[in-house]
């Protein structure tokens, strides 16, 4: 399966990197972050922030590829595409971090955070608490946590772990059952992937089937296979908070003009 394929390919960059900075240099790094920003005010969870208000948030992602579909931007000026998402009313940012198959990259997501004042999500499948803190040190501002590659104790550890750095998990699920996890493992932002990440086949309708399942207080995100305007409409009617869009902003002429079509149609 696909996923699997990803889960372990991620496995294996990550000794790499660990090779590279030791677990215990890196963690030192991202706690004397998190200290820094705890005695200047503490945390706020910008990202949770930028999606729990009124109306519908857009996530725009930063993304070169995917295996699905291969290459989805030839011309990459990921930092362009940053600020033009961010310029155009966004509320925070996907960057994808998965050089193999998403041809994403930590530098796309250092050299973004640094630039953009909006919240930039760390898109990759995290697999190791290596990873959360490579994301705070990296200057993201949350991670993903995909339920279906990770144990329930791997769910609450993990999210327990970016909560000690201010950051936020978007907790990713494709059923049922998965979404029951993440809100056991005490998820405030669940997503909704409308892609099988199995088989890659994409189904709207799996974000409309599970909202009811996620209540109201907890931040609601659709994410993938969002093709057209009238899918955001339909999500925005059934109470979705957010939706996470890539391919269909990435091969937009004008990304400006549809961020601003998506946040104030009705």
Known sequence: MILDELAELTRKRIE????????EVLRNEALAMAEKEKANGG????????????????ISEVKKASPSKGIIAEEFPYLEIAKEYEASGADAISCLTE??????????????AKEVKIPVLRKD?????????QAKVMGASAVL????????????????????LGLSCLFEAHDAEEVKRC??????????????????????????????????????????????????????ENKTDAVLIGEMLMRSSDKSGLIHELKHEK
């Open 125 to 133: 499948f995290t697999v190791d608490p290596y990873m959360i803190y």
């Open 16 to 23: 790499k990197n660990k090779r590279e900075k030791s677990p």
């Open 183 to 236: 809100l056991a493992a005490g998820a405030r932002i669940v997503g909704v992937n409308n892609r099988n990440l199995k088989d890659f086949t994409v189904d709207i309708e799996n974000s409309i089937r599970l909202r009811g399942l996620v209540p109201d207080d907890i931040i609601f995100v659709s994410e993938s296979g969002i093709m057209v305007p009238d899918d955001v409409k339909r999500l925005r």
């Open 43 to 58: 945390f706020t969870f910008p990202f949770e922030n930028a999606l729990n208000k009124k109306g519908l948030s857009i």
């Open 145 to 164: 946590l995909i339920a279906a590659i990770l144990s329930d104790d791997e769910l609450k550890e993990y999210f327990s772990i970016a909560d000690s």
């Open 99 to 112: 050089p193999d198959r998403f041809k994403g990259s930590d530098e796309y997501l250092i050299t973004i």
